[in-house]
């Protein structure tokens, strides 16, 4: 007989955008997450017995706790998931859990969850995040102080994966961020591919101009314009270059008021505790794993191994095919990401069934690390409303590295939940790494990929990877040129050739 007590499931699911222009009647991050957990209480039909019922709860770590672009002057939550399980008046728990940073952590926690209910470890889990970015920026800018900090006598345990996603070389060169990368990654794309500057911003307004249909039509999405594929790709006062070849409007949209919780526990302890079986969602299947940590040691740019792999190992533990899944939602950071995406799933970027159920992180939000949570919990809503069809949640963190991702339905799996470790399958990428690298390069070279990097003003300066005649790669600079840099944005520079040299530990290379 089936033990349901090892049988994971979701039962609940709530998500909250707040476009309150006051910073002092706003809700703060902790505020908006706790109102998504009791929405995902709600939503499962138990209400508070099954907040009472908790034993773990996680939260997604914040963006002012992840990159120092973000950092919050209004204080922090020593300890964000026990302040949240005391919120919620949820006294049974024992595990207070914070993430390491990685937009992968919401479908990576879920995975480790499903695993621990399968063995018999947990019983109930709450996973939840919340940002509130809008706020902190207006409040910051009317000079208004805010009281956003909660101490804490103990300190939460970390799950994930805590390696930095950049080396000291690349971080001299100022290549220490998502928007700095993903840019590299797209001028690699838009090489394999062939096309021009123009061709390639076009195909790209045309992918997300999808995204922004989806987004228009979602009442929780933060921008609802419905941009057109001309809007996303022309350059203007509006919409200028931030990383070339992304416009604004290709970029992630972190300054959003957004939280997003999801609640996961047994068959047997859904039925004791009264949920009805409509509102049962299962993981069907899951795979993790990660590319070269640093971006100096990837075959190219324009691939993902880890992705491809996680890919084919939840496919085949779901025992389909992309062809037949009925929905997606593929991290949408930057074109890029889903770029690489669909060519190493096999997926036509115009699929008529979508790309997206929430609009993606440049129109629905980009609530930091947590966006994942938003699609698991909007993938529970689609499923329930087509019961036994299949949908896919793909998730990533730092730049193209951390991938993870899980099919859903409402359907129950015909085996137990039992994934294959990830071990056996990580050594076919970690052991297969990219060129030799030189921090000193000197001589010939030829530029590999580049962005160049806009201010308020303008463009502000290039990162470039490049190849010495011996096949080396390095991270490079080019002189701090005005011309050169605008020329840069307008001529296509890819496989150009020039003089690299290097001095107190920075490369720079001088285009012919």
Not at 254 to 274: N, P, R, Y
Not at 443 to 460: L, N, Q
Request: proline fraction near 5%; include cysteine.
């Amino acid at each position: 007989m089936v033990d349901e007590s090892r049988i994971p499931i979701l039962v609940g699911c709530g998500q909250v955008t707040q476009r309150e222009p006051d910073p002092t009647v706003a809700m703060s991050p902790m505020d908006l997450t706790t109102k998504a957990s009791r929405m995902a209480a709600e939503d499962s039909g138990a209400g508070q017995a099954l907040l009472d019922a908790l034993d773990t709860v996680i939260a997604i770590r914040s963006f002012s706790d992840t990159s120092w672009r973000f950092t919050c002057p209004f204080g922090r939550y020593e300890n964000a998931p026990k302040s949240l399980a005391s919120r919620l008046g949820a006294a049974d728990v024992k595990r207070h859990i914070y993430t390491f940073p990685g937009g992968n952590m919401p479908q990576w926690c879920v995975n480790r969850v499903f695993e621990e209910i399968a063995r018999g470890e947990t019983r109930a889990v709450l996973l939840a995040g919340g940002e509130a970015l809008s706020t902190q920026k207006a409040a910051q800018r009317a000079n208004i102080e805010l009281d956003w900090n909660e101490d804490s006598d103990d300190k939460p345990s970390q799950w994930g994966v805590e390696t930095r996603g950049w080396n000291d070389v690349e971080d001299r060169h100022r290549m220490a961020g998502a928007i700095f990368s993903y840019p590299l990654f797209e001028n690699g794309i838009r090489a394999f591919h062939g096309r021009t500057i123009d061709e390639h911003l076009q195909s790209m307004g045309e992918l997300f101009s999808r995204f922004a249909a989806v987004a228009a039509s979602n009442p929780l999405a933060d921008r609802r314009d419905g941009f057109t594929a001309e809007q996303i790709a022309t350059v203007s006062e509006s919409n200028p270059y931030i990383g070339f070849p992304y416009t604004k409007l290709l970029n992630s949209n972190a300054f959003i008021d957004q939280a997003s919780a999801i609640i996961m526990t047994s068959v047997e302890h859904a039925k004791s505790l009264g949920i009805p079986q409509d509102k049962w969602v299962y993981l069907h299947a899951c795979a993790d794993a990660y590319d070269h940590w640093f971006i100096s040691d990837r075959h190219n740019y324009h691939s993902s191994p880890a992705m491809r792999i996680v890919a084919r190992e939840t496919l085949e533990m779901a025992e389909c095919s992309i062809d037949d899944l009925a929905k997606f939602d593929l991290y949408s950071c930057f074109p890029s990401a889903v770029e690489i995406a669909c060519r190493e799933m096999g997926i036509d970027p115009a699929d008529e069934r979508g790309l997206t159920v929430t609009g993606g992180l440049s129109y629905f939000g980009g609530p930091g690390n947590n966006y994942v949570t938003h699609s698991i919990a909007q993938m529970m809503t689609e499923m329930r409303a087509m019961p036994g069809a299949k949908g896919m949640v793909t998730a990533n963190g730092n730049y193209v590295t951390k991938q993870s991702a899980g099919i859903y339905s409402t359907e129950a799996p015909n085996k137990p939940f039992a994934p294959r470790d990830a071990n056996e399958y990580q050594s076919e990428i970690s052991d297969d790494k990219g060129p030799e690298t030189t921090d000193a390069p000197e001589g010939r070279a030829t530029i590999e990929t580049y962005t160049v990097m806009h201010d308020r003003k303008g463009p502000s300066y290039s990162i470039l990877f490049g190849r010495l005649e011996d096949g080396r790669r390095f991270i490079a600079n080019t002189p701090s040129d005005p011309e050169l840099l605008r020329d840069m944005t307008t001529r296509d520079y890819m496989g150009v050739a020039g003089t690299v040299s290097h001095a107190d530990g920075l490369a720079t290379f001088k285009p012919d």
